[in-house]
């Protein structure tokens, strides 16, 4: 903001400072936006097999103060899946324990996995008989039914009920990497089921025996029963040790054999490491049964948590994608190394990943989640086009149901971010039109009225954009929206007056105050919209009220401030002191502004404000409305004593840069030499004290000006140049250069190296492509004057010619013009039209000053006088 107050000198208006309005959600980052990213992508790293990765998102986004409470209750379940997924049933059940919310079914059944991997079966049970696949999401359906075929494995004991209801939670699922988990889980819980006993482990070890010289389909049978057997029995070493040695006997030909007796061995020995995970690893290298080699990826993958292990499974995953011969799975190998990549920020890697998977592999199941890597990859650099465009494809890919409402949300947020980025307004329009569009399909742990109020936001930004400038009615589409918008049952009350504020703060803003106050005057005027608000809203808004009818009605802010400050009982301490405070504030002003003022009554209310909150920033901000009344009234003295004391009572204060510039400017304004010298070293405490302050480059600028205005050029002239060497890329930069170049023509005149060094500079900036038409119209027009005054009278005209043609004839150039520049553009057509007439080229002359009158530029009049002068002289 106080990059916005600028030095006279520099040509731009000069903008009053005002304090920050006391309402935080003004609609600028919009809440879901990074929740539904992150969930997204745990969500997919959940589904994929990495349940460390996805429990680590899901409780960064739980840990974010910022997260919502309605949201908060998803990532809770999502939590404990996640954790159970990985064996943590101590932490799933914490988890649990701070859910927040209804009972649903899908909490109702993370509470009975947890009953059951806690033991407590009857509590499982009874909890499983309350839930319904039909009530769940798609993706929960599988989980139930794992859980029914768990519950069917203890007391009463139906084994195979059990394997029916796994192989039921395998059918259900609803992408293939699912389907491959619940493979995992049944084949983990094939180790528990079977008829394991005594005579079992003999029966089994007399048919190895018996059938281990001729081989062949009893002798397979009779190795995998004797190996569950071993494994249930007796321990897990002995039967580890029993399938490596029959792998090393069993016949090449025998591939299906193979790959399933090396699944057993990852899943008896585990994937974590040694046996059971080189096992699974040479499986998923070398092995024939594609759905097998799916679930050691699978398993691999659920394993390599961190460190070595991780490190190890990127190797596996290296070289079998950089292989000769392409895998059979290549495409999932791709889409695992892109996620793994993407959780550890290696965004080229993921990029790379799965944008091969997507070219090579067009039709793929996996293409939904290789978009998602890429949604994730472009949204975590700030990418946000590309994430609404990746993320749109996606969508386009999924059956409707929650992941495709959370990426409709995606889009439009952003979009909305890139407009934030880019202040494009056909961003905003994007962002506007997909806001539209999620309220046909809204995500678990957003409100309505949330997705309501960001479309209407994404409107105001639509018109507030340069694209919107242009339209002389550019609020309009976002009033009759917003009032198109209190008729629907969705939009809460909460929601839709933030909306109101947000369009009257932008109205204001706008220079529509007007249209502002008198939205918010008939809506506050209504009792059945203003009366169910929260408190604090209302308060808001009352205060909102009252600063917009300052500079209209200041006689009626007194009745609404008054009334205000007296409402605010039931408030949150902290919101009532910065209202109160802002409220005093604004009674003080309005005495000001009454017609005619009422100075003793502001000052009274300075006083009792500065004395009840003195810490407050409406008390800091008091001492500049007081310095701006003085000013106003040609009080300079005393306008820069209460700017001087403000500086000295509040040093820390964000405000005390401004209000030393400010000061400086009202010593400049008394003129004599001693208050310029005074001003200078007032702009020297404000450079030293604030030296990361946005004002120092133009509270330098002004110090250089100073010294121009008391002839000392060579110390203007070092001033200048630090600026040019020191802050290249500021906004302004280019008006240093040309004081610059001022300053080497004012000591032009004892020494020639001086001329050609502004002579430079102008032309530079004249020729600048990209550079503020005032600006250059100021450069060529000095340019111009440097040669004529040096009788280059041929080249001045050159000059300016270049100048008038760049400017002048095409009506988009023109109108770029600001008040400075048009200034410019007239006193160069003057010098033009006198050096015209100096060489009696008395046509040229006049069409020289006709341009001046037909583009409606300053000295107009003089212009016509000229005219008038040829006319009287063709006069006989």
């Given at each position: ?607 009792k404000l500065r004395a009840e909150f003195p810490k407050s920033d409406a008390a800091v901000y008091s001492y500049i409305a007081e310095a701006d009344y003085d000013a106003a009234h040609g009080q300079l003295v005393r306008a820069q004593g209460s700017l001087q004391s403000l500086a000295d009572e509040y040093k820390t204060s964000s405000y005390a840069p401004y209000a030393l510039y400010q000061a400086a400017q009202y010593a400049e304004r008394r003129a004599q030499k001693k208050f310029l010298d005074e001003a200078y070293g007032i702009l020297q405490r404000l450079v030293v004290n604030y030296p990361k302050s946005d004002l120092v480059f133009y509270a330098r600028m002004k110090q250089g000006n100073l010294l ?169």
């Open positions: 903001m106080l990059v916005l107050l600028l030095a006279a000198g520099l040509g731009r208006a000069q903008e009053p400072l005002t304090l920050s309005a006391p309402l935080v959600f003004t609609g600028g980052e919009t809440p879901p936006a990074n929740g539904f990213a992150l969930q997204i992508s745990a969500q997919r790293a959940l589904e994929m097999g990495f349940p460390t990765i996805a429990a680590d998102m899901f409780q960064r986004l739980l840990d974010n103060p910022a997260t919502k409470s309605d949201l908060r209750a998803q990532l809770t379940v999502d939590l404990v899946t996640a954790l159970l997924d990985e064996d943590r049933t101590d932490e799933a059940a914490v988890a649990l324990k701070k859910y927040l919310g209804l009972a649903t079914p899908a909490f109702r059944l993370r509470q009975a996995l947890v009953a059951f991997r806690e033991q407590r079966y009857d509590e499982a049970r009874a909890t499983a008989a309350t839930i319904t696949t039909e009530e769940l999401p798609a993706a929960d359906r599988s989980w139930l039914l794992y859980l029914q075929g768990q519950l069917a494995e203890v007391a009463p004991r139906d084994v195979n009920r059990a394997l029916a209801l796994y192989q039921q939670a395998i059918d259900a699922a609803v992408s293939e990497t699912q389907r491959t988990r619940f493979v995992i889980a049944r084949e983990e819980a094939k180790l528990k089921l079977g008829d394991f006993s005594e005579p079992r482990l003999t029966e089994a070890k007399q048919g190895v025996d018996k059938f281990l010289v001729q081989g062949g389909q009893q002798l397979y049978g009779y190795v995998k029963l004797y190996a569950l057997n071993l494994y249930a029995l007796r321990s897990k070493s002995e039967a580890t040790t029993f399938l490596q040695r029959q792998l090393q006997a069993l016949p090449i030909e025998e591939r299906a054999i193979n790959d399933e007796w090396r699944l057993l061995l990852g899943v008896i020995s585990g994937a974590e490491d040694g046996v059971g995970r080189s096992a699974l690893g040479t499986l998923l290298a070398t092995g024939s049964d594609r759905d097998k080699q799916r679930v050691a990826l699978q398993m691999l993958a659920r394993s390599s948590r961190v460190g070595s292990s991780r490190e190890d499974f990127r190797r596996r995953l290296d070289e079998l994608i950089n292989a000769s011969v392409a895998h059979p799975l290549l495409e999932y190998l791709l889409l695992f190394r892109a996620q793994l990549a993407l959780s550890e920020k290696d965004y080229a890697r993921a990029e790379t990943d799965a944008s091969r998977l997507l070219a090579q592999y067009p039709g793929s199941q996996l293409k939904g989640l290789a978009l998602g890597v890429l949604t994730g990859t472009a949204w975590e650099q700030g990418r946000y086009r590309n994430a609404a465009n990746q993320a749109t494809k996606a969508r386009e890919v999924l059956v409707v149901g929650e992941a495709h409402a959370q990426l409709g949300v995606l889009v439009a947020e952003a979009w909305f971010r890139a407009g934030l980025s880019s202040r494009s307004g056909p961003d905003y329009r994007n962002a506007a039109d997909a806001y539209a569009t999620t309220l046909d399909e809204v995500p678990t742990g957003v409100a309505p009225g949330l997705l309501l109020f960001q479309q209407l936001v994404a409107e105001v930004e639509v018109a507030n954009s340069e694209e919107g400038r242009g339209d002389r009615d550019r609020f309009k589409r976002p009033q009759e929206l917003l009032d198109k918008m209190a008729g629907n049952s969705r939009f809460d009350a909460v929601h839709r007056w933030q909306a109101e504020w947000n369009l009257a703060r932008a109205l204001e803003a706008a220079g529509e105050t007007g249209k502002a106050y008198e939205r918010l005057n008939r809506l506050m005027a209504t009792p059945a919209d203003a009366g169910n608000l929260p408190a604090d809203l209302r308060a808001q808004l009352g205060w909102l009220q009252a600063n917009l009818s300052l500079t209209l009605e200041p006689a009626r802010t007194l009745v609404l401030t008054e009334k205000l400050l007296g409402s605010l009982g039931g408030i949150e301490a902290g919101l009532s002191t910065q209202i109160a405070s802002m409220t005093m504030l604004l009674q003080a002003q309005a005495n000001f502004a009454l017609n005619p003022p009422n100075p003793e009554a502001a000052l009274e209310r300075l006083a121009r205005l008391t002839n000392d050029n060579p110390a203007a002239q070092t001033i200048f140049e630090q600026l040019v060497n020191e802050f290249p890329q500021h906004q302004d930069v280019l008006a240093a250069r040309l004081a610059l170049a001022d300053c080497h023509g004012a000591q032009g005149t004892s020494d020639a190296s001086h001329q050609e060094s502004a002579a430079t500079i102008y032309e530079g900036l004249l020729d600048l492509q990209g550079a503020p038409t005032d600006i250059r119209a100021e450069a060529g027009f000095k340019y111009g004057l440097s040669l004529s005054r040096r009788g280059n009278a041929r080249g001045a005209l050159e000059v300016w010619g270049r100048l008038i043609t760049n400017v002048v004839p095409d009506a988009s150039k023109a109108a770029s013009l600001g008040a400075k520049g048009r200034v410019w553009i007239s006193k160069t057509l003057f010098e033009m039209g006198d050096l015209f007439e100096k060489q009696a080229k008395l046509e040229q002359a006049r069409e020289t000053y006709d341009l001046i009158i037909s583009n409606g530029l300053p000295y107009a009049a003089q212009a016509q006088e000229r005219l008038a002068r040829f006319r009287t002289q063709k006069t006989p």
